[in-house]
């Protein structure tokens, strides 16, 4: 494994537009017909984000699709929403779909974010994989949107290396969203969205702008070379082009999906991991009724059983 040395400094300055997003167009300002969704355009936008990405689209998210579609709207050169539309949606639109789906999914994410987690991944799970001699690790995070989930663990895998833990790991993260990615391979962020990066991290891993008034950080080139970004819809059966993980996050997605959905992508997960493998869900998720061949480990993490379907040892102590 390469050593991990201080990084600190600035990097000079870049155009990335969509670095701070300017606020939403107002309605009526992209043309006064068209200009919102009736309810059979809804339901088909509905229907077709559930069928492509499994995402639930309640009629109480009519405004938000409106107003999210209408920044695409403008980007496009349409005069409304109709227009666009009867674009995306005709012969000639297969491939704006893709930044349709874009436009309209969730991309909510933090550094750290469930801190517990990465405490329990370096306490518990990575010595626990290492006594089983199980090197490289592979960790997958799966709808990692802008990159702070997987620029966290490559940071905390990072860490544990330096401080003896003799770890040689390897990061994929993936998301549904083209626009997301792009996003998270430059790893740019304002200061505020990095604020949750421990003091003595952000030295260490975050460079500043030549151009103190821009107020942006980007992650350290070092730690970008560990993560590999993929566009991979967690609806599709082949996921990971048959590649098996140690340790799979796959965090605060299953509150989008509908019962029968969340059931089909956790299984599907389950069958990525290796054997002994753990999968992270969110704090405020559940497995409960899904019916899933993984046992219960700490809270909010499941583990895949052993060898020949071996249940592994004792789960650890749920966590407050």
């Known amino acids: 494994m390469e050593t991990m040395t201080p990084h600190c400094g600035s990097w000079p300055e870049m155009a990335w537009p969509e670095a701070v997003e ?36 309640p009629p109480t998210k009519k405004l938000m699709v409106e107003s999210r579609l209408r920044r695409r709207v ?41 801190p517990s987690h990465f405490d329990l991944l370096t306490g518990k799970v990575l010595p626990e994989l290492l006594r089983g001699g199980q090197q490289p690790l592979k960790l997958w995070s799966a709808a990692c949107s802008t990159g702070e989930e997987p620029y966290t663990l490559a940071m905390v895998l ?97 509150i989008y999906f509908a019962k029968e959905d969340q059931k089909k992508v956790m299984c599907r997960l389950h069958q990525y991991l290796v054997p002994g493998g753990f999968l992270f869900i969110g704090h405020s998720e559940s497995m409960a009724g899904l019916g899933t061949p993984l046992s ?7 583990r895949r059983a052993g060898e020949n379907g071996v249940p592994m040892e004792r789960p650890i102590p749920r966590h407050n």
């Not at 403008?74 to 005069?79: M, W």
């Not at 604020?195 to 103190?212: G, H, T, V």
């Not at 219960?296 to 499941?302: E, G, L, N, Q, T």
């Open 22 to 57: 300017g606020p939403e167009p107002p309605p009526g300002k992209i043309s006064g017909r068209g200009d919102t969704l009736s309810a059979k355009e809804f339901a088909r936008i509905s229907s077709f984000i559930h069928e492509s990405s499994g995402i639930k689209l």
């Open 74 to 114: 403008r980007h496009t050169g349409f005069s409304c929403l109709e227009e666009y539309l009867g674009h995306a949606f005709g012969p000639e639109g297969k491939s704006e779909l893709v930044h349709l789906v874009d436009a309209i999914t969730t991309n909510r994410t933090e550094f750290f974010r469930e």
């Open 158 to 254: 990072s860490e544990f290396a330096a401080e003896g833990g003799e770890l040689r790991f390897e990061i994929l993260a993936s998301d549904l969203s083209t626009r997301v990615l792009q996003r998270a391979r430059q790893a740019v962020y304002r200061e505020e969205q990095a604020a949750a990066i421990p003091l003595r991290l952000r030295k260490k891993y975050l460079l500043r702008s030549s151009d103190p008034s821009l107020g942006l950080v980007q992650v350290s080139e070092q730690l970008r070379r560990r993560v590999a970004f993929r566009r991979l819809n967690l609806m599709e059966d082949e996921l990971a082009a048959g590649e098996r993980f140690h340790v799979i996050f796959c965090r605060n997605v299953l």
């Open 296 to 302: 219960a480990y700490a809270s909010a993490v499941y």
